[in-house]
C-alpha cells in the first residue's frame, strides 16, 4: 500500500552482508530499509493477487557430498494477473530477494513492468532470510561457521537460476524470456544473475547497485563522502553544527554524570552507557537519512531544517538532538538507541568488475540516484551500448524501483520511462530471434 520499495526494516542482520569486515565491501551501513512497517507484525501479509509457495531447494549447489544433497524450503511468490501466458512468449519478470524477507519487497516499478508487457511475476527470497532458512531455524541456521557456510550470494544466485527454470517448465513456458529486477543488494543479483546465468535471464535492471563498491575499485570512504554533500549541499550550518558535535559529545560524555546528561539531551529510552553508541547511532541517522533522501519525505533537509531551525541560544547537542527528533528514528516518546554490533562475516568476493562487465555482460541497465551514498559505488558510465548506466542527479536510493504516483517529479518519470524502452527493446530482440529459430511468430 503505498510502500516504496527503498524501506526496509534495519536489522542487525543487513550487516552480516554489508560489513566493513573480510576482504571486500567498504561500506559499513544497511543497504535497505523500511521503516513504514517497523510497527507491524503483519509482515507476512501479501497484496491481493500473490500468492506465496515452498520450493524444495538445493543446500549446496557446487558439491556432490552427501550433504550437499539436503535441502531447505525457499519461498516465492507469484501473481499471474498480468502473464499473457506461455504460449504469447509473455515475459517473467523476476525480483531478486535480498537481505530481507521476500514478503517486503512486493509491489513497486516491477508490477507497472508486468502490466505493461504481460508479465508474469516472480519474488524469490534470499536464502537465510525471512521463511527461507535452512537447517529448519534462524537459530540453528546461524549457528556456526557449518551452518553458515552455505550463506553466500553465489548459492544463492544458483538457487535463483534453478527456482526460474524449475518454474518455467511446470509452466510450459520455457520460450518465455526472463527479465531479472533488484535494488541494492538485490541489484547487485540481478546484474549477476545475468552476468552468470544468462541463458537463464535475458536482461536485469539493477537499481543503486554499488556492484564497483570494492578495494581498488572505488575509494574506501566513497559512500562517506556522498553523504557529506548531500548535507552540505542542503546546508553548510547544518554540516558544521554536525561536524562539530562528535567532540562535543565525547566532551560531555567524558564528565561526571555526563552520560546521563546525555541520556537527557538526547531523549535516550534506556540510559547511555557509552557515548560512542549514540555517535553510532547518530551516524546511521546521517547516512540513512542520505540514503533516503528522496522525495517526498527528503530525510535530509527534514532533519537539517530540524537543526538550523532550533530555537536561538540552542547549544550543538541540543541542535542536534532535534536533528535526531525530526529524523526517521524520531518521532516516539523517546529514542532507541541500537546496538549496532559489527559482523564479521560476509560472503562477498568479486573482482575487477568493470573489465568482467565490459567482456562478457550485456542488457544489463544500472540505475542509481547521484544522492545515494552508495551511488560511489554504482556503475554510472554506459560500458557497452547494452550495459547501460541511467541516473538522475535529484534522486536517492532504490528510488526508481518505488511505487509510481501522480506526484512523481518529471526526473523520475523519464528515468522510468527511459528504462522501459530498454527493457522492451530486449524482449523484441528475444522474440526475434526465437522466431527465427522455431519458426514460428511469437508475441504479438
Ligand atoms: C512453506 O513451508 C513452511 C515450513 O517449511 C511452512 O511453514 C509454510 O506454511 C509453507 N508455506 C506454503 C505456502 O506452503
Ligand atoms: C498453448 O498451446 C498449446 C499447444 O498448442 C495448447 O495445448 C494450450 O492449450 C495453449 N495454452 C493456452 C493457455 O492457450
Ligand atoms: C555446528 O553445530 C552443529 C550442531 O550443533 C555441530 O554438529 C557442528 O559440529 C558445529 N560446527 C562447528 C564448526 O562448530
Ligand atoms: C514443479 O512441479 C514439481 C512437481 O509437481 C514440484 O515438485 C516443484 O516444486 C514445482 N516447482 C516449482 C518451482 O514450483
Ligand atoms: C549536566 O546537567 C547538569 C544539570 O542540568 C548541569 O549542571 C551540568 O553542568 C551538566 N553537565 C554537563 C557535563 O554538561
Ligand atoms: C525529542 O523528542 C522527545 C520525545 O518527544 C522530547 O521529549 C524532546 O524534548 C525532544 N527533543 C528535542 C531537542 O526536540
Ligand atoms: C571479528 O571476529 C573476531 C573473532 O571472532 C573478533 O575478535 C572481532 O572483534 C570481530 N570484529 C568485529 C568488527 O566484530
Not at 530477494?97 to 507497472?112: H, M, R, S
Not at 518521532?331 to 575487477?352: A, V, Y
Amino acid at each position: 500500500m503505498g510502500l516504496r520499495f527503498s524501506f526496509q526494516v534495519l536489522l542487525p542482520i543487513f550487516l552480516l552482508l554489508v560489513t566493513a569486515a573480510t576482504t571486500c565491501v567498504s561500506a559499513t551501513y544497511p543497504m535497505s530499509m523500511r521503516f513504514d512497517r517497523m510497527e507491524t507484525d503483519s509482515l507476512g501479509d501479501l497484496p491481493p493477487d500473490f500468492v506465496a509457495y515452498n520450493y524444495t531447494q538445493t543446500l549446496d549447489h557446487f558439491n556432490y557430498k552427501p550433504e550437499s544433497y539436503a535441502t531447505f524450503q525457499q519461498k516465492y511468490v507469484m501473481n499471474f494477473k498480468y502473464w499473457g501466458g506461455p504460449n504469447t512468449s509473455s515475459p517473467i519478470f523476476v525480483h531478486a530477494g535480498a537481505e530481507v524477507p521476500v514478503t517486503w519487497g512486493i509491489g513497486g516499478f516491477i508490477v507497472d513492468l508486468a502490466s505493461q508487457f504481460n508479465g508474469l511475476l516472480l519474488f524469490i527470497e534470499h536464502r537465510y532470510y525471512g521463511d527461507s532458512m535452512p537447517f529448519g531455524s534462524e537459530e540453528e541456521a546461524y549457528q556456526n561457521a557449518s551452518t553458515l557456510g552455505y550463506f553466500s550470494s553465489t548459492q544463492a544466485l544458483a538457487d535463483y537460476a534453478q527456482l526460474i527454470t524449475d518454474v518455467k517448465k511446470n509452466l510450459s513456458a520455457e520460450n518465455c524470456p526472463v527479465i531479472a529486477v533488484g535494488g541494492s543488494y538485490g541489484g547487485m543479483l540481478a546484474s549477476w544473475l545475468r552476468l552468470k546465468y544468462p541463458h537463464i535471464v535475458i536482461g536485469a535492471l539493477a537499481s543503486s547497485a554499488p556492484i564497483l563498491y570494492f578495494d581498488d575499485i572505488t575509494p574506501q570512504n566513497g559512500y562517506h563522502v556522498v553523504v557529506t554533500k548531500d548535507f552540505r549541499e542542503y546546508s553548510e550550518s547544518c554540516y558544521n553544527t554536525i561536524k562539530e558535535s562528535w567532540n562535543e559529545i565525547d566532551r560531555v560524555g567524558a564528565q561526571t554524570n555526563g552520560l546521563v546528561n546525555l541520556s537527557s539531551i538526547f531523549s535516550t529510552c534506556s540510559p547511555l552507557d557509552s557515548s560512542h553508541k549514540l555517535k553510532r547511532q547518530l551516524a546511521v541517522v546521517y547516512v540513512v537519512s542520505a540514503q533516503y533522501d528522496n522525495p517526498p519525505e527528503n530525510w535530509v533537509s527534514k532533519v537539517c531544517s530540524a537543526i538550523d531551525g532550533a530555537p536561538q541560544g540552542t547549544d550543538i547537542l541540543g541542535r542536534v538532538a532535534a536533528g535526531l527528533n525530526a529524523s526517521v528514528f524520531g518521532g516516539g516518546p523517546c529514542n532507541h538507541i541500537s546496538d549496532f554490533g559489527l559482523n564479521n562475516k560476509s560472503g562477498w568476493h568479486w573482482q575487477d568488475i568493470k573489465t568482467v562487465l565490459k567482456k562478457f555482460a550485456s542488457n544489463i541497465i544500472f540505475s542509481n540516484g547521484l544522492r545515494d551514498p552508495y551511488s560511489a559505488g554504482g556503475v554510472l558510465q554506459d560500458i557497452s551500448d547494452s550495459v547501460v548506466a541511467i541516473y538522475t542527479n535529484e534522486g536517492a536510493h532504490g528510488l526508481d524501483l518505488g511505487d509510481s504516483s501522480p506526484s512523481d517529479p518529471d526526473w523520475l518519470v523519464a528515468q522510468k520511462e527511459k528504462e522501459i524502452k530498454i527493457i522492451q527493446l530486449w524482449i523484441a530482440e528475444y522474440n526475434a530471434r526465437l522466431s527465427t529459430k522455431t519458426g514460428n511468430r511469437v508475441g504479438s
